[in-house]
């Protein structure tokens, strides 16, 4: 027997018109790159949205088209994310970290129609645009005083395309299961890789990461998402916001200590997400201002490990609570988030820190397994450790027009191979051991890459730091440390020594340490593992 409920499709256009409906003066702000701090309600975005939704149907754009992003976290971004997903269009965003020839790669793979550009990434179109083979015109996120002088053809201002427009739109009716966004994955070997979510996958993934245990923002929270809007759809923040009418404040292209602190400030931000190294420069711009964040009550850090330090620099300098988390771009992205269950309240606080360092716990929707090499499932007793399966509803079954990517990424049965090796335990905490290409094999033993450089950058003379494997005669791979110190010279390879070897397993000192001025990074801000393994292939161990 079926049930008798209506079968409301989930759309994404209903996140905005609720929200400006019933939060129509709750600000959305917004750092523009022209300069000037942007502030509006939903109920303004809601019409601007639909005044774009109608100049995107008059460029002839059709359900199904992708149409690209290059662009920084900011209101205009926000009405391309509601108006292109909701004519039935793709919102295809791109990461501009990316290496020239991959946003080439993934504009042509992706066929993209328009691409609309923020003034700072018009240089780089420009470098690239005779590349492309799908592209029609360029639409710039700016008003006719800023528009650029550039070479890009076709290039339309985005304010003088849609000022004649309606402030209301016909919204089609669509399967929730249309394609709504699409993010490449900038995987660290071969071509990126496309994730192509839906409607459907989009709204479940914002009202599950809306929990109370998870990002859990109300009306009366304003959020900060430091994490971008190129990279998973900034975790889905623009999505979740709306939802309970949280207000947002966007940082646009301002990603330094400085202007991050000016909008926590001003704004009174309550709640925030980033990756660890956004937080890194904040917290050493408040360590030398001696500023506080009085307003801020949390913060969500993922995409890397976030080490203990931080955690309880946040906690016991700041008051601020970092609930820590992990995802992945195939899984839109979250997965676990790190908020400790009511019954560990009696834990000593050294337990506690413990389990917040932890990745997170397993939301609601996602399952998880740790398999071994076999694919046999492993305990969860927080101990034994494997491969982390994953499957659910905002998880991708398979990457777009891309089988390479496919075969290798799915399990036959229908699960997502992270490619991350973890353990779990039964109160659903996960914990990641490394990468499985940046695990250590020494002697027939694992060593953690990760637990290395947490360790290394709790020292108050680390500023970032990188533990890679090196070919060895005798034990096959030993840890070499690569430390970016806070004061060059300061530091000895004695001293960093001394300091890890109390804290880890005699196997897993490293056999020696290099001092660096900075680390690579990724498109998406991880250490650029397989770069640093190039560079280092040939260092000589003082233990060979
Ligand atoms: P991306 O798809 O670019 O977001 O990268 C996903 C990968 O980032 C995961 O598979 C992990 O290897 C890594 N990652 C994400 N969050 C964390 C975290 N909290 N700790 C360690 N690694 C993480």
Same mark, same amino acid.
Request: aromatic share 10%; glycine share 8%.
């Given at each position: 027997m079926r049930g008798l409920m209506m079968d409301t499709p989930l759309m994404i256009t209903s996140l905005i018109r609720h929200a400006a409906q019933y939060h129509g003066d709750t600000e959305i702000v917004s750092r523009t790159v022209e300069g000037p701090i942007h502030r509006y309600g939903y109920r303004d975005a809601f019409a601007r949205i639909s005044k774009l939704a109608n100049a995107l149907t008059g460029l002839g754009i059709e359900q199904d088209d992708r149409i690209a992003t290059l662009a920084w976290n900011g209101y205009r971004h926000f009405e391309l994310y509601y108006a292109i997903s909701g004519i039935g269009a793709v919102c295809h965003t791109i990461n501009p970290r990316l290496a020239r020839d991959q946003i080439v790669y993934i504009v042509n793979h992706a066929r993209d129609q328009y691409i609309f550009v923020d003034l700072t990434f018009v240089p780089l179109l420009e470098t690239v645009a #005779?590349?492309?083979?799908?592209?029609k015109g360029f639409v710039v996120l700016t008003d006719r005083e800023h528009m650029p002088d550039t070479r890009l053809a076709n290039a339309i201002c985005y304010e003088e395309l849609i000022a004649g427009e309606p402030t209301v739109f016909d919204w089609p009716d669509l399967d929730e299961t249309q394609a709504a966004s699409l993010c490449y994955t900038s995987g660290t070997t071969g071509n990126p890789k496309g994730v192509l979510y839906s409607h459907r996958s989009t709204i479940l993934h914002a009202l599950a990461t809306n929990g109370a245990d998870v990002f859990g923002f109300t009306s009366r929270d304003s959020v900060l998402p430091v994490v971008p809007m190129f990279h998973v759809n900034a975790w889905g923040i623009p999505y979740t916001c709306p939802i309970s009418g949280a207000k947002i404040v966007f940082p646009g292209p301002g990603y330094d200590g400085k202007s991050l602190y000016e909008l926590f400030d001003t704004e009174k931000v309550t709640a925030a997400a980033g990756v660890p190294t956004i937080w890194m420069s904040l917290l050493e711009y408040l360590r030398e201002t001696g500023?506080?964040?009085?307003?801020?009550e949390r913060t969500v850090i993922g995409g890397a490990a976030v080490p203990r330090s931080m955690i309880e620099e946040f906690q016991n300098d700041y008051n601020v609570r970092v609930s820590h988390a992990w995802g992945m771009t195939e899984m839109s992205p979250v997965g676990t988030t790190g908020k400790l269950k009511g019954s560990m309240e009696n834990l000593s606080e050294q337990e506690k820190y413990d389990y917040r360092v932890k990745q997170g716990r397993v939301i609601y929707g996602v399952e998880m397994e740790v398999v071994n090499d076999e694919g046999s499932r492993r305990p969860r007793d927080g101990k034994a450790f494997g491969e982390l399966l994953v499957r659910g509803?905002?998880? #991708?079954?398979s990457y777009y027009n891309d089988e390479r990517g496919t075969a290798a990424s799915f399990t036959e049965d229908g699960w997502l191979r992270t490619g991350d090796v973890s353990t779990l335990d039964a109160d659903g905490f996960m914990q990641i051991v490394d990468r499985s290409k940046d695990l250590i094999k020494s002697g027939g033993e694992w060593i953690s890459s990760i637990d290395l450089e947490n360790i290394a950058v709790s020292h108050p003379d680390v500023l970032e730091a990188a533990v890679i494997g090196i070919a060895h005669p005798k034990w096959g791979e030993r840890p070499l440390l690569i430390v970016v110190p806070r004061e060059a010279g300061k530091l000895s390879k004695d001293a960093m020594l001394a300091y890890l070897a109390p804290s880890v397993a005699k196997i897993s000192v490293p056999d020696d340490v290099v001092f660096v001025d900075e680390l690579p990074h990724t498109a998406t801000g991880k250490v650029y593992k397989m770069g640093l393994r190039e560079k280092y292939c040939g260092h000589i161990l003082p233990t060979e």
């Amino acid at each position: 027997m079926r049930g008798l409920m209506m079968d409301t499709p989930l759309m994404i256009t209903s996140l905005i018109r609720h929200a400006a409906q019933y939060h129509g003066d709750t600000e959305i702000v917004s750092r523009t790159v022209e300069g000037p701090i942007h502030r509006y309600g939903y109920r303004d975005a809601f019409a601007r949205i639909s005044k774009l939704a109608n100049a995107l149907t008059g460029l002839g754009i059709e359900q199904d088209d992708r149409i690209a992003t290059l662009a920084w976290n900011g209101y205009r971004h926000f009405e391309l994310y509601y108006a292109i997903s909701g004519i039935g269009a793709v919102c295809h965003t791109i990461n501009p970290r990316l290496a020239r020839d991959q946003i080439v790669y993934i504009v042509n793979h992706a066929r993209d129609q328009y691409i609309f550009v923020d003034l700072t990434f018009v240089p780089l179109l420009e470098t690239v645009a #005779a590349q492309f083979t799908s592209v029609k015109g360029f639409v710039v996120l700016t008003d006719r005083e800023h528009m650029p002088d550039t070479r890009l053809a076709n290039a339309i201002c985005y304010e003088e395309l849609i000022a004649g427009e309606p402030t209301v739109f016909d919204w089609p009716d669509l399967d929730e299961t249309q394609a709504a966004s699409l993010c490449y994955t900038s995987g660290t070997t071969g071509n990126p890789k496309g994730v192509l979510y839906s409607h459907r996958s989009t709204i479940l993934h914002a009202l599950a990461t809306n929990g109370a245990d998870v990002f859990g923002f109300t009306s009366r929270d304003s959020v900060l998402p430091v994490v971008p809007m190129f990279h998973v759809n900034a975790w889905g923040i623009p999505y979740t916001c709306p939802i309970s009418g949280a207000k947002i404040v966007f940082p646009g292209p301002g990603y330094d200590g400085k202007s991050l602190y000016e909008l926590f400030d001003t704004e009174k931000v309550t709640a925030a997400a980033g990756v660890p190294t956004i937080w890194m420069s904040l917290l050493e711009y408040l360590r030398e201002t001696g500023k506080k964040l009085p307003y801020l009550e949390r913060t969500v850090i993922g995409g890397a490990a976030v080490p203990r330090s931080m955690i309880e620099e946040f906690q016991n300098d700041y008051n601020v609570r970092v609930s820590h988390a992990w995802g992945m771009t195939e899984m839109s992205p979250v997965g676990t988030t790190g908020k400790l269950k009511g019954s560990m309240e009696n834990l000593s606080e050294q337990e506690k820190y413990d389990y917040r360092v932890k990745q997170g716990r397993v939301i609601y929707g996602v399952e998880m397994e740790v398999v071994n090499d076999e694919g046999s499932r492993r305990p969860r007793d927080g101990k034994a450790f494997g491969e982390l399966l994953v499957r659910g509803p905002w998880v #991708a079954s398979s990457y777009y027009n891309d089988e390479r990517g496919t075969a290798a990424s799915f399990t036959e049965d229908g699960w997502l191979r992270t490619g991350d090796v973890s353990t779990l335990d039964a109160d659903g905490f996960m914990q990641i051991v490394d990468r499985s290409k940046d695990l250590i094999k020494s002697g027939g033993e694992w060593i953690s890459s990760i637990d290395l450089e947490n360790i290394a950058v709790s020292h108050p003379d680390v500023l970032e730091a990188a533990v890679i494997g090196i070919a060895h005669p005798k034990w096959g791979e030993r840890p070499l440390l690569i430390v970016v110190p806070r004061e060059a010279g300061k530091l000895s390879k004695d001293a960093m020594l001394a300091y890890l070897a109390p804290s880890v397993a005699k196997i897993s000192v490293p056999d020696d340490v290099v001092f660096v001025d900075e680390l690579p990074h990724t498109a998406t801000g991880k250490v650029y593992k397989m770069g640093l393994r190039e560079k280092y292939c040939g260092h000589i161990l003082p233990t060979e």
